[in-house]
């Protein structure tokens, strides 16, 4: 394959509805950068049953997910979207990568001490060795640039180190990915606690928007939204309730922060928290529509799913053998 293009990769995990944090901070730029990259984007089911998830939930989620990338704007032709289960090699590099990762290293990731205390009920070693299938997910596809948010930084320096080991060993196998922090993805905060990040595992669903939501859901989860005292709408420290749902209005309406000042000067919460309502579902709608039709399209997201995991497979492969030979498994007879 000629390749001119950089290779970019990121993945998410099929567990939770996606909620307009999600879109506005992640799979928004990815529709961005899906011009620019040789793009890979996966839903990383292998990582979610790090958790104990119901079966038949977890296989309508990662459809779904799935789903939800081709409706937001990735073209499945030009961008390789494909389930992490299907391509077995993520399996197979994260195995052998395992032996070249240190306990301490793993020891010391906060994301994972995070889930120990949230499931202390089921501390298993998968959770532990979690960054190592991360890092295979990217080295595989000898990844240059990978869109991470804040929190999956530190997972990005692990892989980076790993790589960088294995490399150091037997010689240059894996290109050294780079984070890449988008300019534009804005972080959204909850709606009822606009301290903490809008997450799809928030317990209260008036905390979030889902990707999935109707419009009259939307807007009622607009209109409760916790705001701050005072009735002035201006983008400043003391108004963080405020200044979130600034930056959805903005991340739905590409608008500034003096456009949406100057737009709302004079105008009380009432009227804005409407704007941002209508702004949000005129987002939404399309790509709920779309997702409806490939919803009903079986055949197409069939072949969607075929082609590119054997493109993602094909690829991967490659990297995979090349490992496998480095660090000394006999040839394959053919
Ligand atoms: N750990 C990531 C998250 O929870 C998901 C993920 C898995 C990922 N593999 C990846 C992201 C590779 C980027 C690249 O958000």
Redesign the pocket.
């Known amino acids: 394959m000629i390749q001119d293009k950089k290779t970019l990769?990121?993945?998410?995990?099929a567990t939770g509805t996606l909620t307009l944090g999600n879109f506005a901070g992640a799979l928004k730029n990815w529709v961005t950068l899906s011009d620019q990259y040789e793009c890979f984007y996966?839903v990383?089911d292998l990582?979610s049953i790090t958790v104990r998830q119901d079966p038949s939930t977890l296989r309508k989620r990662a459809r779904d997910l799935l789903t939800l990338y081709i409706a937001a704007g990735l073209d499945p032709v030009k961008n390789c979207i494909y389930y992490q289960s299907h391509v077995s090699a993520h399996a197979e590099l994260a195995w052998i990568l395992n032996c070249f990762t240190y306990m301490g290293e793993l020891n010391r990731m906060t994301q994972y001490k995070d889930k120990c205390a949230k499931h202390a009920d089921n501390i298993n070693a998968g959770l532990f060795t979690?960054p190592v299938?991360?890092a295979a997910?990217?080295l595989l596809f000898q990844s240059d640039v990978?869109p991470?948010?804040i929190?999956?930084m530190q997972?990005l320096e692990i892989t980076r180190d790993i790589a960088q080991r294995f490399n150091g060993i037997y010689g240059e196998v894996f290109t050294i990915p780079e984070a890449y922090i988008g300019k534009s993805g804005a972080k959204i905060m909850s709606l009822q606690d606009p301290t903490k990040k809008m997450s799809k595992s928030d317990e209260n669903p008036n905390a979030s928007i889902y990707l999935t939501d109707d419009p009259d859901t939307v807007i009622r989860k607009c209109k409760r939204a916790v705001t701050d005292s005072g009735n002035e709408i201006v983008y400043r420290e003391d108004k963080p309730g405020i200044c979130n749902l600034m930056d959805i209005y903005m991340a739905m309406t590409g608008r500034s922060v003096a456009e949406v000042e100057r737009e709302f000067d004079g105008k009380g919460y009432g009227e804005f928290k409407m704007a941002v309502g209508e702004a949000v579902v005129s987002v939404l709608r399309p790509i709920q529509e779309r997702a409806e039709s490939l919803r009903k399209d079986k055949a197409y997201l069939d072949s969607i799913i075929k082609e590119n995991g054997e493109k993602a497979a094909y690829i991967a492969n490659k990297t995979l053998r090349k490992v496998q030979r480095k660090v000394g498994f006999p040839d394959r007879i053919r």
Do not use: E, K
């Open positions: 990769f990121s993945g998410m995990q996966c990383v990582h979690y299938l991360m997910d990217i990978v991470v948010g929190d999956q997972h």
